[in-house]
Structure formats: structure tokens, C-alpha cells
């Protein structure tokens, strides 16, 4: 795939691929590529969360409870 660039842009990407340590233009769009997957992942998971059905609230009862399901998921074995 190649892709066309005003040369603004083109100097941009170049500032960031030595800037940030990429080896070439390429990697640096591979990394905007995945953080963008990642942005829309996130998005259809909240707005599947939005749409879901109320679930319980989430008071001190409910954080008492999950802070001892951690904790006795957070056996010697698994710490090892």
C-alpha cells in the first residue's frame, strides 16, 4: 500500500519516526493504525455497556466483594 502525503505531513511523520524511535514512516502509521483499533474496540465497549441493562449499583458492598474475590484469586500458587 502506499500512501500520498502533502509534504507538510511528510515532514511530520519523518519528526516522529526519529523522534519517537521508529525505524521507518511505515511502523509509525502501524502504530496509529493499532492505537486507532484500539480507540474504536474501546468505544463499541462502552457503547455496549451504554446500551446494556442497569446492573446492580456499585456501593461499598459491592467493592467489599470484589476486593475478596481478588484476594482469593491472589493465592501463594499464583503469586509464585
Not at 500512501?3 to 511523520?13: C, M, Q
Request: glycine residues 4%; positive net charge.
Amino acid at each position: 500500500m502506499n500512501i500520498s502525503l502533502p509534504d507538510t505531513l511528510k515532514s511530520f511523520v519523518d519528526e516522529q519516526v526519529s523522534q519517537r524511535g521508529y525505524g521507518t514512516s511505515s511502523e509509525y502509521v502501524r502504530e496509529l493504525i493499532r492505537k486507532d483499533q484500539d480507540r474504536l474496540h474501546l468505544r463499541n465497549l462502552l457503547l455496549a455497556g451504554a446500551a446494556s441493562a442497569p446492573a446492580a449499583s456499585a456501593d461499598a458492598t459491592y467493592f467489599d466483594g470484589l476486593r475478596d474475590r481478588v484476594r482469593k484469586a491472589a493465592t501463594p500458587a499464583a503469586r509464585a
